[in-house]
């Protein structure tokens, strides 16, 4: 196609971009500012970013975080790749619909729903069994339950796309069904499966209303202190946490797709050989 | 004995892999289905039968619905005060019109915004294709809390664009547009931007140029090729971008909470102050299922039928 385009719908393209970025930008850049003063320039300093590794509480709460989204992550990928096998491969189970819908349903529930419906069923489940308790074990359950509907999503489509007939291959030589699967189409999956790790701990990272709502005194995740930060007024040293947080994001982001789109050509150059 | 065993042998062994060919699947499935079942299903349950409840000075805060009294009977004490609050107090309703209101003109303003950025980019090559792919992806993946307090840095009353106003002897004093309602769609429509983009891109990279190219040829202008040709092919892609936007921004309460003024109440603030600020979780409960029954529940039923259409 032509790269020629009206003015007006270029100018409407740099303008939706240039609205996305520069908050993003003018925060990082501030971020730097010696002065504790926020509209006021007081040269180069990275101050705020020593400041964090002295406070208590942010590294507490970085810590929690990574935790969290580490372990919510890996169970997310487990689930969510088993109910994306689940649906793809079984024509009909007792209990399909179900799974469909409640794979889906994450992504139409609003946050502060799941939140307050998770947390009275771990109140409740406290008062009968004495556990959970709230705090890390809640927050990872109620992250897991959400990010298995991402993972499911990103794994079901590149389980389609999978050719079923070289795992029927591997079990006509004789690999059975978990070796035959292990061989033939985890790999071909793999990259949806780094995919759907990376999605589920930056959206576990970043969550803030369900993790409000089913945490308990003393376990703040870092956006509930970022939160309360932010809403109590401005403090320079959250610029610095932002900064650090949107930039190792990014980073991730960016190597996930770089990793991903290296996996595809090799893929498809291998299928050239082996064509010819 | 030996002997016996060894006959045996193969056949426990057939026997365990006609187990597995027969049950095996339930390996995969159970997991994930018992998971969600009890950590996403059945919290639902818990929520209805608490919004029977009423609040009380204990822990957990509210009354028994189910109880079991001394002579050995079950007892059901189901109030319904807690719903008929919420059609009594105004908040409720006022809220629940405000959070469709917002979420709707948003999402049609992401659309005016989007469209034209999906159409730009996918006339583009491909290799600036990819760039700007992601260019817009990239402030997906960064955290929504983060990006909201970014703009805030922006609009507030000493933020960069008051000024920068101010320095060029544009505007006397600084404009006021934190905690307004202006504030919130702008938050609201910088947070979704990418949600709208994406599956617009999508089908209008999909569309079949040619068919312009006939248009043009037989005579009609670009401002009709596109009404006629480019917008109805493009729609699932803005039916898909418009559910994007809205679904989530209807719930949204980060944007109201941090930009938004006190009149802003969406229902997804209100709930949130029912339950950290007033403690009172039966209405809380009440007000999710309210929002399960009346926003939720039509949408889903509505992308039900809606993907249904699509696959026929």
Same mark, same amino acid.
């Given at each position: 196609?032509?790269?020629?385009?009206?003015?007006?719908?270029?100018?409407?393209?740099?303008?939706?971009?240039?609205?996305?970025?520069?908050?993003?930008?003018?925060?990082?850049?501030?971020?730097?500012?010696?002065?504790?003063?926020?509209?006021?320039?007081?040269?180069?300093?990275?101050?705020?970013?020593?400041?964090?590794?002295?406070?208590?509480?942010?590294?507490?709460?970085?810590?929690?975080?990574?935790?969290?989204?580490?372990?919510?992550? #890996?169970?997310?990928? $487990?689930?969510?790749? %088993? &109910? *994306?096998?689940? +649906?793809?491969?079984?024509?009909?189970?007792?209990?399909? =619909?179900?799974?469909?819908?409640?794979?889906?349903?994450?992504?139409?529930?609003?946050?502060?729903?799941?939140?307050?419906?998770?947390?009275?069923?771990?109140?409740?489940?406290?008062?009968?069994?004495?556990?959970?308790?709230?705090?890390?074990?809640?927050?990872?359950?109620?992250?897991?339950?959400?990010?298995?509907?991402?993972?499911?999503?990103?794994?079901?489509?590149?389980?389609?796309?999978?050719?079923?007939?070289?795992?029927?291959?591997?079990?006509?030589?004789?690999?059975?069904?978990?070796?035959?699967?292990?061989?033939? #189409?985890?790999?071909? $999956?793999?990259?949806? %499966? &780094? *995919?759907?790790? +990376?999605?589920?701990?930056?959206?576990?990272?970043?969550? =803030?209303?369900?993790?409000?709502?089913?945490?308990?005194?003393?376990?703040?995740?870092?956006?509930?202190?970022?939160?309360?930060?932010?809403?109590?007024?401005?403090?320079?040293?959250?610029?610095?946490?932002?900064?650090?947080?949107?930039?190792?994001?990014?980073?991730?982001?960016?190597?996930?797709?770089?990793?991903?789109?290296?996996?595809?050509?090799?893929?498809?150059?291998?299928?050239?050989?082996?064509?010819? | 004995?030996?002997?016996?065993?060894?006959?045996?042998?193969?056949?426990?062994?057939?026997?365990?892999?006609?187990?597995?060919?027969?049950?095996?699947?339930?390996?995969?499935?159970?997991?994930?289905?018992?998971?969600?079942?009890?950590?996403?299903?059945?919290?639902?349950?818990?929520?209805?039968?608490?919004?029977?409840?009423?609040?009380?000075?204990?822990?957990?805060?509210?009354?028994?619905?189910?109880?079991?009294?001394?002579?050995?009977?079950?007892?059901?004490?189901?109030?319904?005060?807690?719903?008929?609050?919420?059609?009594?107090?105004?908040?409720?309703?006022?809220?629940?019109?405000?959070?469709?209101?917002?979420?709707?003109?948003?999402?049609?303003?992401?659309?005016?915004?989007?469209?034209?950025?999906?159409?730009?980019?996918?006339?583009?090559?491909?290799?600036?294709?990819?760039?700007?792919?992601?260019?817009?992806?990239?402030?997906?993946?960064?955290?929504?809390?983060?990006?909201?307090?970014?703009?805030?840095?922006?609009?507030?009353?000493?933020?960069?664009?008051?000024?920068?106003?101010?320095?060029?002897?544009?505007?006397?004093?600084?404009?006021?547009?934190?905690?307004?309602?202006?504030?919130?769609?702008?938050?609201?429509?910088?947070?979704?931007?990418?949600?709208?983009?994406?599956?617009?891109?999508?089908?209008?990279?999909?569309?079949?140029?040619?068919?312009?190219?006939?248009?043009?040829?037989?005579?009609?202008?670009?401002?009709?090729?596109?009404?006629?040709?480019?917008?109805?092919?493009?729609?699932?892609?803005?039916?898909?971008?418009?559910?994007?936007?809205?679904?989530?921004?209807?719930?949204?309460?980060?944007?109201?909470?941090?930009?938004?003024?006190?009149?802003?109440?969406?229902?997804?603030?209100?709930?949130?102050?029912?339950?950290?600020?007033?403690?009172?979780?039966?209405?809380?409960?009440?007000?999710?299922?309210?929002?399960?029954?009346?926003?939720?529940?039509?949408?889903?039923?509505?992308?039900?039928?809606?993907?249904?259409?699509?696959?026929?």
């Amino acid at each position: 196609m032509s790269e020629r385009f009206p003015p007006l719908l270029f100018s409407i393209l740099c303008f939706g971009i240039a609205v996305l970025y520069i908050p993003i930008v003018v925060l990082i850049g501030y971020s730097f500012n010696a002065s504790e003063l926020v509209n006021v320039w007081g040269g180069f300093s990275i101050a705020w970013y020593s400041e964090l590794l002295h406070n208590r509480q942010i590294l507490n709460a970085a810590a929690l975080s990574l935790e969290v989204g580490v372990v919510a992550s #890996t169970g997310a990928v $487990i689930l969510g790749t %088993l &109910a *994306a096998i689940a +649906l793809t491969r079984y024509r009909t189970f007792r209990g399909k =619909l179900l799974l469909t819908g409640m794979v889906n349903a994450p992504l139409v529930m609003p946050e502060v729903v799941t939140g307050i419906t998770q947390l009275l069923l771990f109140v409740s489940m406290l008062q009968f069994f004495g556990w959970p308790h709230r705090g890390f074990t809640t927050i990872v359950i109620a992250h897991v339950a959400f990010c298995t509907a991402y993972v499911t999503i990103t794994v079901q489509s590149r389980l389609l796309s999978a050719d079923r007939s070289l795992e029927e291959a591997a079990m006509d030589l004789g690999a059975g069904p978990v070796r035959a699967f292990c061989d033939t #189409t985890l790999p071909i $999956i793999a990259p949806a %499966l &780094a *995919a759907g790790w +990376l999605l589920s701990f930056t959206l576990s990272l970043d969550d =803030l209303v369900i993790s409000s709502f089913v945490s308990g005194p003393g376990a703040s995740t870092l956006p509930m202190v970022i939160y309360s930060k932010v809403k109590l007024g401005l403090s320079p040293d959250v610029n610095a946490l932002a900064s650090i947080i949107i930039c190792v994001v990014g980073l991730c982001v960016l190597l996930a797709g770089y990793l991903m789109r290296r996996a595809e050509r090799k893929r498809q150059f291998e299928i050239q050989m082996a064509d010819r | 004995m030996n002997v016996a065993a060894e006959a045996l042998a193969p056949r426990r062994r057939r026997s365990g892999r006609e187990f597995m060919e027969r049950y095996g699947h339930w390996l995969i499935i159970l997991p994930p289905l018992l998971f969600l079942i009890v950590f996403f299903l059945v919290p639902f349950a818990f929520a209805l039968k608490i919004s029977f409840a009423e609040t009380a000075i204990r822990v957990p805060p509210y009354t028994d619905v189910l109880s079991i009294t001394p002579d050995k009977h079950i007892q059901l004490s189901l109030s319904l005060g807690n719903y008929k609050y919420l059609l009594t107090d105004e908040v409720y309703a006022v809220s629940y019109m405000y959070s469709l209101r917002t979420a709707f003109f948003s999402t049609l303003i992401c659309l005016l915004i989007g469209y034209p950025m999906a159409y730009a980019m996918s006339r583009s090559s491909k290799a600036t294709q990819n760039v700007l792919l992601l260019i817009i992806i990239l402030p997906f993946w960064t955290s929504f809390l983060l990006r909201v307090y970014a703009l805030e840095g922006i609009i507030r009353e000493n933020g960069l664009l008051n000024t920068a106003l101010l320095r060029f002897g544009l505007i006397d004093h600084p404009l006021k547009i934190m905690r307004t309602t202006f504030a919130v769609y702008l938050g609201i429509i910088y947070s979704y931007l990418p949600f709208m983009v994406l599956p617009l891109f999508a089908t209008l990279e999909k569309l079949d140029h040619t068919l312009l190219e006939a248009a043009a040829d037989l005579g009609n202008p670009p401002w009709r090729a596109f009404l006629d040709i480019t917008l109805p092919l493009s729609m699932p892609g803005v039916i898909a971008g418009s559910m994007l936007v809205f679904i989530p921004a209807i719930g949204e309460f980060v944007i109201p909470s941090l930009l938004g003024g006190p009149d802003n109440l969406m229902i997804g603030r209100v709930l949130w102050d029912e339950f950290f600020n007033n403690r009172d979780w039966p209405v809380a409960s009440a007000v999710a299922i309210a929002f399960l029954v009346l926003l939720v529940g039509p949408i889903a039923l509505y992308q039900h039928y809606n993907v249904k259409d699509m696959e026929v």
